[in-house]
């Protein structure tokens, strides 16, 4: 089983910064992909940055130039820094991985817990 696990989250005043931290775990043969979702109350899950084992990385239009994804791939972690933070950030914020068990197995995505993040005065 493959195991993912955030954290980082928490409460932060406008134009804050938070960082957030993800690990995946468990039977890994590799990781394809590992980034970060978030999902606002009565909105969708929608996607905020990711980054792909070849190194290339993607954002939200929303998020470009106030959020920098980074990934140790030794460690199958990924890391998700949050500047200038808006009251619209505020959402749970969930990591997932693109992995496989073994070589012969297709990538499935695995997901973290979640964790709030609160941005208000």
């Known amino acids: 089983q493959v195991r993912v696990v955030d954290s980082g989250g928490g409460l932060v005043q406008p134009g804050g910064s938070l960082r957030l931290s993800c690990g995946a775990s468990?039977?890994?043969?590799?990781?394809?992909?590992m980034g970060w979702y978030r999902q606002a109350p009565g909105k969708q899950r929608e996607l905020v940055a990711s980054s792909l084992s070849g190194g290339s990385t993607n954002y939200a239009d929303s998020v470009k130039g106030r959020f920098t994804i980074s990934r140790d791939n030794a460690n199958n972690t990924v890391f998700l820094q949050m500047n200038s933070l808006k009251p619209e950030d505020t959402a749970v914020y969930y990591c997932?991985?693109?992995?496989?068990?073994?070589?012969?197995?297709?990538?499935?995505?695995?997901w973290g817990q979640g964790t709030q993040v609160t941005v208000s005065s």
């Open positions: 997932y991985a693109e992995a496989a068990r073994s070589r012969w197995e297709s990538t499935r995505t695995y």
């Open positions: 468990g039977s890994i043969y590799s990781i394809y992909a």
